[in-house]
């Protein structure tokens, strides 16, 4: 940025989910932080206690907080998804286009408007807010770049089952690189729940599309992994060249995961590093399953079951109400941690004596493992979790452990030989390659890496913005 000249203000808009959230706020910290951009989070109410650890470690980061738009439908003082039910989703992402009015109020009322308005893929609204402010609206994707060029797919083709009642019917991406095939219960929850001319379903639909016409896209990924979706989405989703990775985005202050950032950890870092000390090298398996994933009690048995009998060590941070059998812990005793609530994610990952990691493939999860250099064992549930761990297998560190799904129960001997192998002798090879990612993961956010190069290029398109 040249001398004396105005630095750019951009508005930054999440969407209320802990894995959403978290790595935007990552992402405008850097901004503020290290490019010295005047940032302003947007943020209700019932989010800023949720925030507020992050935001206070980065003072130079300003908050636009807004009451949550009345909706009869959701209740009060729930605004965030991790309190809410699957059915009351796209209620919160109408609800939140209610903000639209006092933003816009805000910013024409200000004496230094926005000059980009940088948002969440979740809230495309912003398109219409950014078009009538007049300044270029940038989509933010927490998510990697191959599952949101299936997610975009989606929403455009809009394909249809021949057979309604078929979950398992296939269905096509041959405009995908490597033409991806998924079954129909695999494709994102969001999508599958559209209606047509249901009010909520064509306001999440017209969201969606408005992302295709947005000036710029910004991904929570590095080129070494995704390269080829990266090309693709420059090609096919935006039609331009401003499509820039800038991952693994990580805390600016402190190692905390965007698990972990999610509410109080339940077991201090110390403590569980003081028993991984006293484990070989590669030899624990980590089970933990996000913020928004529950695992039914069968397949909580299940898991219970493939861990005693595969006979590994491991570390399970077994989500507050997951039905961890009562006997459980004591029979592993000695051999297995379980952590009840939160657990201190990116510590345990970065312990050397973790081998592998069970994870239902949640981008964040799966890009801390990257980082840490740590072979996974896939268990997707939902979402885009299901691309993702395409790509783990497809890049030789990571194999499928379950069908996945929130009704699906893997097989205890089947899971129990996929974790021993996965800390011994016949997944050295998997690890070795996870430990060679993870090198280059670290390198693409260093100075000259990919990531890093690509911030600085978006920093200096977003600065532009403040001459014109």
């Known amino acids: 940025m040249a001398e004396g000249q105005r630095r750019a203000h951009i508005l930054v808009i ?88 006092p933003i816009l109020r805000w910013a024409r009322a200000r004496p230094d408007p926005p000059d980009a308005v940088l948002s969440d893929i979740f809230v495309g609204w912003t398109a219409r807010l950014a078009a009538e402010l007049g300044v270029p609206r940038l989509v933010f994707s927490p998510s990697g770049a191959f599952a949101l060029a299936v997610m975009n797919s989606l929403w455009r083709r809009m394909p249809q089952r ?20 998924y079954r129909w219960c695999e494709l994102s929850t969001l999508w599958r729940s559209y209606k047509r001319g249901d009010p909520v379903s064509e306001f999440i639909k017209e969201g969606m599309l408005a992302n295709l016409g947005s000036w710029g896209l910004v991904v929570n990924t590095f080129s070494d992994l995704e390269g080829t979706y990266l090309d693709h ?73 493939g861990l005693e009998r595969s006979g590994a060590r491991f570390v399970w941070a077994a989500r507050a109400g997951t039905a961890v059998p009562e006997v459980f812990e004591e029979r592993a005793a000695g051999r297995g941690l379980v952590i009840r609530g939160w657990a201190p994610q990116v510590a345990i990952l970065a312990h050397p004596a973790v081998g592998s990691f069970v994870t239902h493939c949640g981008w964040n999860s799966v890009i801390e493992a990257a980082a840490a250099g740590v072979a996974l ?57 996870a430990k060679a990612m993870g ?30």
């Not at 021949?162 to 095939?181: M, Q, T």
């Not at 935006?238 to 905390?256: C, I, K, Y």
């Not at 000390?277 to 397949?299: D, K, R, T, W």
């Not at 997707?380 to 379950?402: H, I, K, S, W």
């Open 377 to 433: 064992l896939a268990w997707p549930m939902g979402a885009d979790q299901f691309t993702n761990a395409q790509l783990l297998v497809e890049a030789g560190v990571g194999v499928r452990v379950c069908d996945g799904g929130p009704t699906s129960v893997p097989d205890p001997d089947e899971l129990a030989r996929a974790v021993a192998e996965s800390v011994g002798e016949p997944g050295r090879e998997r690890r070795e390659r």
């Open 233 to 305: 989405l420059r090609n096919e989703y935006l039609g331009n060249p401003r499509v820039w990775a800038v991952g693994p985005l990580a805390p600016s202050h402190g190692t905390a995961s965007a698990a972990e950032r999610g509410g109080p950890v339940s077991v201090p870092a110390e403590k569980v590093a003081a028993w991984l000390n006293g484990c070989e090298e590669g030899s624990v398996v980590y089970v933990a399953f996000g913020s928004q994933a529950m695992l039914s009690p069968p397949a909580a048995a299940a898991l219970a079951a």
């Open 14 to 101: 999440p969407y209320p989910a802990q894995g959403h959230m978290l790595p935007l706020l990552d992402l405008a910290s850097l901004l503020s932080d290290r490019f010295r951009l005047v940032v302003t989070v947007a943020v209700t109410q019932g989010n800023l206690p949720l925030l507020s650890p992050l935001l206070s470690r980065s003072p130079a980061v300003s908050t636009l907080v807004l009451p949550f738009p009345e909706n009869p439908s959701l209740p009060r003082g729930l605004e965030n998804t991790m309190f809410l039910s699957w059915p009351q989703f796209g209620l919160l992402h109408r609800a939140l286009g209610g903000l639209h009015g």
């Open 439 to 468: 090198t280059r993961t670290m390198q693409a956010t260093t100075e000259g890496g990919s990531s890093y190069k690509d911030l600085v290029k978006l920093v200096g398109e977003l600065s532009k913005l403040a001459t014109m």
């Open 162 to 181: 021949s057979d309604v009642d078929d979950p398992n019917e296939l269905v096509a991406f041959p405009s995908i690189p490597g033409s991806p095939v």
